[in-house]
């Protein structure tokens, strides 16, 4: 068996695996440039390290994170006992033989899973290591206090929308791309995957059960915003969302995430804005109530 048709059946017993490690995903973001390091010990896996290998202009060689893709980085098995200091020297081994079975490249660039906070080996190989931010709710069972932890004025906008949109499912994928392409080159800006990635990802989603399209629409059937979601075991994650000029001041979004979020509440107890370290957009989503959480990507480009 190659290392992939291993690592799809590793992560098939392992549901506690984040979704952007999953083979599936990776799949339909990456096709086929995507590999993975598996760590071996008596027989068993213990660790794994997807990642994707493209050539970009002038044959640069990148190991970087796909499209949409918040995070990938290790995967690793501990023993229930394990002691911090037993902890820490285990990661130190597996890192370095995960460093040591790369492949060639040029520029490095991947976010850590928030769990994973030791890159030492890394560092000591001339990586660099920048803190981001996620934001997320936790305890999203209890929607009254999910609600209460909004800020006041998305409390009233959500109110004031509830009479007089309609929370959807399942909007087919071209009407969900065309109204995310029209907003964003609205904005004068470009969208950063293909029609063909996001088909994938939208397939993928609905096959494995992973994911949903929400929207939201007036009694006219105007559609006021959009939310494209992925989740697994952990949480779910706020994929793609968008929503038109005319409709800033309807609550359409804060209406849609705050029925987004009882909706997922009843598979998983955590919900990831995905974060921005955009200012605007980072206290957007703050505003939700949303915590503060950091992880780590993890750089390097080799002369």
Not at 185 to 209: G, P, Q
Request: proline fraction near 3%; charge should be neutral.
């Amino acid at each position: 068996m190659t290392n992939k048709e291993k690592y799809r059946e590793f992560y098939k017993s392992h549901p506690d695996m984040c979704v952007f490690s999953a083979p599936w995903w990776l799949d339909a973001v990456a096709g086929d440039t995507w590999d993975v390091i598996l760590i071996e010990e008596g027989g068993s896996i213990i660790a794994s390290f997807p990642y994707v290998c493209t050539k970009g202009k002038l044959g640069i060689k990148k190991i970087e994170l796909p499209p949409l893709t918040q995070k990938l980085g290790p995967y690793i098995l501990y023993d229930k006992n394990i002691s911090y200091t037993t902890k820490i020297g285990y990661e130190h081994k597996i890192y370095q033989q995960i460093i040591d079975a790369l492949p060639a490249y040029d520029v490095f660039n991947i976010n850590f899973d928030q769990q994973y906070k030791n890159w030492l080996p890394f560092y000591w190989h001339g990586f660099k290591q920048t803190v981001r931010y996620s934001y997320r709710i936790y305890n999203i069972k209890d929607h009254d206090n999910v609600f209460l932890s909004f800020e006041k004025n998305k409390r009233k906008k959500i109110k004031k929308a509830q009479e007089r949109l309609t929370f959807c499912c399942d909007l087919p994928a071209n009407i969900f791309y065309d109204y995310f392409k029209e907003v964003i080159f609205n904005r004068n800006d470009t969208v950063s995957f293909t029609y063909n990635t996001f088909m994938n990802i939208y397939n993928a989603l609905y096959s494995h059960n992973a994911g949903k399209a929400f929207y939201c629409i007036d009694e006219q059937e105007n559609i006021h915003a959009v939310q494209l979601m992925l989740w697994d075991n952990n949480a779910a994650y706020s994929l793609i969302g968008m929503r038109k000029k005319e409709y800033n001041v309807t609550g359409g979004t804060e209406f849609l995430f705050n029925n987004i979020i009882k909706y997922v509440s009843d598979f998983v107890d955590v919900f990831d804005f995905e974060g921005s370290m955009i200012k605007g957009v980072e206290e957007a989503y703050r505003y939700y109530g949303a915590q503060q959480t950091e992880y780590y990507s993890i750089s390097k480009v080799n002369n």
